[in-house]
């Protein structure tokens, strides 16, 4: 048996077919490039003829679609535990905003051939970077809701007040903007952070 039919073999599942696809795309967009990469890069690596990634992607689109969205649920888990934690809400609102910026930082920045990745993503798969701004705005919803019934924060409407907040981190989160408002005069995250307590209204102790 040859080992393109044994890895043929493992394939019988479609999940893991994908998964196996999606990592090893995963890898070769990070290393060489989303728009240097062709499918049959990846079906090379992984020892399989073009057509047989075909069968689980329907294109090079379809592949990054995915790259990207293990990419990005990847931020949202981490996210999660700051949205979700026991911590007031103002605490957990600066925490989740300054981790929002870090991460978006080290997941985009510091690796253009990512940068490229994600913001043909964002060109191409629209529908991914939705959902993704959608969660993360659904999150910041639940801590400024959390700090409306807490009386931490001093505002008539929450999800308004979250829409505002994900629009002020735009340039802490979208690969493009962070680039260009880099050299702009772009605030710091702290300052950012200051500014969006004191537009809820938040009162810190004496």
């Given at each position: 048996m040859t080992a393109q039919t044994q890895t043929a073999n493992r394939r019988q599942d479609g999940s893991e077919g994908q998964r196996e696809i999606i990592a090893v795309a995963q890898k070769l967009f990070t290393t060489i490039g989303y728009r240097k990469t062709t499918v049959a890069d990846i079906a090379a690596?992984?020892?399989?003829?073009?057509?047989?990634?075909?069968?689980?992607f329907d294109s090079k689109k379809s592949i990054n679609e995915a790259v990207a969205e293990l990419l990005l649920d990847g931020i949202?888990?981490?996210?999660?535990?700051?949205a979700t934690s026991p911590a007031p809400p103002s605490t957990r609102l600066a925490d989740f905003m300054r981790e929002l910026a870090r991460l978006s930082d080290e997941r985009f920045m510091t690796n253009s051939r990512?940068?490229?990745m994600v913001e043909d993503a964002m060109t191409e798969s629209w529908s991914v970077c939705v959902r993704y701004a959608?969660?993360?705005?659904?999150?910041?919803?639940?801590?400024v809701e959390d700090g409306q019934v807490s009386g931490d924060f001093n505002i008539d409407d929450s999800l308004v007040f979250a829409a505002c907040v994900k629009a002020t981190m735009?340039?802490?989160?979208?690969p493009t903007m962070m680039a260009l408002s880099t050299g702009l005069g772009r605030?710091?995250?702290?300052?950012?952070?200051?500014?969006?307590?004191?537009?809820l209204g938040y009162q810190p102790a004496d």
């Amino acid at each position: 048996m040859t080992a393109q039919t044994q890895t043929a073999n493992r394939r019988q599942d479609g999940s893991e077919g994908q998964r196996e696809i999606i990592a090893v795309a995963q890898k070769l967009f990070t290393t060489i490039g989303y728009r240097k990469t062709t499918v049959a890069d990846i079906a090379a690596e992984l020892g399989m003829s073009p057509a047989n990634v075909y069968r689980f992607f329907d294109s090079k689109k379809s592949i990054n679609e995915a790259v990207a969205e293990l990419l990005l649920d990847g931020i949202v888990a981490e996210l999660g535990a700051i949205a979700t934690s026991p911590a007031p809400p103002s605490t957990r609102l600066a925490d989740f905003m300054r981790e929002l910026a870090r991460l978006s930082d080290e997941r985009f920045m510091t690796n253009s051939r990512v940068n490229d990745m994600v913001e043909d993503a964002m060109t191409e798969s629209w529908s991914v970077c939705v959902r993704y701004a959608e969660n993360v705005q659904s999150m910041i919803a639940r801590i400024v809701e959390d700090g409306q019934v807490s009386g931490d924060f001093n505002i008539d409407d929450s999800l308004v007040f979250a829409a505002c907040v994900k629009a002020t981190m735009t340039c802490f989160m979208h690969p493009t903007m962070m680039a260009l408002s880099t050299g702009l005069g772009r605030p710091d995250i702290e300052q950012v952070i200051a500014f969006t307590l004191r537009g809820l209204g938040y009162q810190p102790a004496d």
